[in-house]
């Protein structure tokens, strides 16, 4: 049986990444904290596929409304920052991303995809894992689906800032509509 995950603190992270300058850093989620940023992560499958950079250039396409909204995004799989830096490298014509305005990391060893329950052990890549940390650091939202499925980045947005309120969100709750 799988174990809970939300509401509890979420599991700690630090990998090598692709920074939004293409240089070669870090990124984890001690250093969001001590910011006090939001935290978005975001798993995928690998790099150079089809539905891929379909979600993660929406995302740095939106870049701005989560930093507003002050959230980190952080894109991962289980390629490596090489793989990533030619990715970004490789023009949005040519199926590659071009230029990314949040980090993209590398969980070479899986180690953060198995923490956070999204590893294809099998396989050795992860599923679509999307999950929002607050500055506490504790998991507020997790969501995961199949491969061949992409995320909504409106409701991504959406469900960032109904977090945000404090306040119990209804269905179908649209940022600036009341709370109950």
């Given at each position: 049986?799988a174990?809970?995950?939300?509401?509890?603190?979420?599991?700690?992270?630090?990998?090598?990444?692709?920074?939004?300058?293409?240089?070669?850093?870090?990124?984890?989620?001690e250093?969001?904290?001590?910011?006090?940023?939001?935290?978005?992560?975001?798993?995928?499958?690998m790099?150079?596929?089809?539905?891929?950079?379909?979600?993660?250039?929406?995302?740095?396409?939106?870049?701005?409304?989560?930093?507003?909204?002050?959230?980190?995004?952080i894109?991962?799989s289980?390629?490596?920052?090489?793989?990533?830096?030619?990715?970004?490298?490789?023009p949005?014509?040519m199926?590659?991303?071009?230029?990314?305005?949040?980090s993209?990391?590398?969980?070479?060893?899986?180690s953060?995809?198995?923490?956070?329950?999204?590893?294809?052990?099998?396989?050795?890549?992860?599923?679509?894992?999307?999950?929002?940390?607050?500055?506490?650091?504790?998991?507020m939202?997790?969501?995961?689906?199949?491969?061949?499925?992409?995320?909504?980045?409106?409701?991504t947005?959406?469900?960032?800032?109904?977090?945000?309120?404090g306040?119990?969100?209804?269905?179908?709750?649209?940022?600036?509509?009341?709370?109950?």
């Open positions: 049986m174990e809970r995950m939300v509401a509890k603190q979420a599991p700690r992270f630090e990998m090598d990444a692709v920074l939004p300058n293409k240089e070669f850093g870090k990124v984890s989620l250093e969001n904290m001590k910011n006090d940023k939001w935290t978005v992560l975001f798993f995928y499958p790099d150079f596929t089809f539905v891929c950079p379909t979600e993660i250039t929406s995302l740095s396409d939106r870049f701005d409304e989560f930093e507003d909204l002050d959230a980190d995004v894109g991962v289980t390629d490596t920052i090489h793989t990533h830096k030619a990715w970004i490298n490789t949005r014509d199926n590659g991303l071009g230029e990314l305005k949040y993209l990391a590398a969980d070479t060893n899986h953060v995809a198995r923490d956070y329950g999204v590893l294809i052990e099998e396989e050795g890549i992860a599923l679509r894992g999307l999950f929002i940390i607050s500055p506490e650091g504790e998991l939202y997790s969501v995961v689906n199949h491969n061949n499925i992409g995320r909504d980045v409106d409701e947005l959406r469900v960032l800032q109904a977090l945000q309120t306040g119990l969100c209804p269905a179908n709750w649209k940022p600036g509509q009341k709370t109950l």
